[in-house]
């Protein structure tokens, strides 16, 4: 028997299976992994792209998913996270984990005998990296050789995609305040993982001949009590138009939304000519069914 696979960050695949992963979610007539059989999608956090993206991949996959709130099981409450994730997998064959603590999805992995998807830490959002990795191929064709410019915080979300970027043999380069850099073991991981950490403070140095611009909130989820100081110090690093023109001529505007228009970004580019965030939301559908395809069929 195959062993099983596990997805809570993207360096968990290799770089040809990433190339495979976005292969098959451009993929219109996916085999039907899931055919029969269930996925439990358990989210200690809100979400819309994340549910719905995973739930109609899994219904394309001929699967069930079955959506859950942290407070219904009560992780480490009514149960420890390894018994909640030892019980769906009596029923599922996946399980999908939106948590605030990526320990949890580590500690479920530890023990799940099916595989344990991050659908978003505190410290990584692999599935967000693959759908926008599959936009850039749309957009682009070969992902290797484009500039990805995020401009914004070093969360979750710019360190999947600096990992997922490097595998895919882009450069990548981190915008923000200076004391809001990756860490080193972050920066060790995407050098490990083929990629660059480049860090500039000047969000003006850092888009110049960028094919993609990226930002986040500055704020994420379960940081609340940090937001005082992160509006400060990212006070200068909205998204405008002025900063996209000093991008590529060609480049297209990257958001994984939820957004806050006038904050890290204007309503002139999130909802610009270059934007491309509607598509980009919807690949999370598809990039999910790629992975579930690849994870459950080991195609
Ligand atoms: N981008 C993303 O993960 O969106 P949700 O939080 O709505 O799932
Ligand atoms: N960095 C954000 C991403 C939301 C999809 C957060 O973790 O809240």
Redesign the pocket.
């Known amino acids: 028997m195959r062993p099983v696979r596990h997805f809570l960050e993207v360096d968990d695949l290799t770089a040809a299976e990433l190339a495979k992963v976005l292969e098959l979610s451009a993929d219109p007539s996916p085999t039907l992994v899931l055919e029969g059989k269930g996925m439990a999608l358990l989210f200690e956090k809100p979400s819309a792209r994340t549910r719905h993206s995973m739930e109609m991949a899994v219904v394309q996959l001929g699967g069930h998913p079955v959506s859950i709130a942290g407070g219904e099981v009560g992780i480490d409450k009514r149960e420890s996270a390894e018994d909640i994730a030892r019980t769906l997998a009596c029923f599922h064959a996946a399980i999908g984990a939106r948590v605030f603590d990526h320990g949890l999805v580590e500690r479920m992995a530890a023990v799940s005998p099916v595989s344990v998807v991050n659908m978003?830490s505190d410290q990584a959002?692999p599935l967000?990296a693959l759908g926008d990795l599959l936009t850039v191929t749309q957009e682009f064709g070969p992902i290797s050789g484009r500039r990805i410019a995020f401009v914004g915080d070093a969360?979750?979300?710019s360190r999947s995609l600096a990992i997922g970027a490097g595998m895919a043999g882009a450069e990548f380069v981190l915008s923000g305040p200076p004391g809001y850099h990756f860490s080193s073991a972050d920066i060790d991981r995407i050098s490990a993982a083929g990629g660059t950490a480049e860090f500039v403070d000047d969000p003006v140095e850092a888009v110049a001949d960028a094919h993609v611009v990226y930002t986040?909130?500055w704020v994420?989820?379960g940081e609340e009590d940090q937001a005082p100081e992160k509006m400060e110090a990212f006070a200068g690093y909205i998204v405008d138009e002025a900063l996209m023109a000093r991008a590529d001529p060609d480049a297209i505007f990257l958001h994984?939304l939820p957004a806050r228009p006038g904050l890290e970004a204007t309503e002139g580019v999130l909802y610009g000519p270059q934007s491309r965030i509607w598509q980009q939301a919807e690949n999370r559908m598809h990039a999910a069914r790629g992975l579930l395809t690849f994870l459950l069929g080991m195609t």
Do not use: G, I
């Open positions: 978003l959002h967000q969360n979750n979300v986040d909130v994420s989820m994984c």
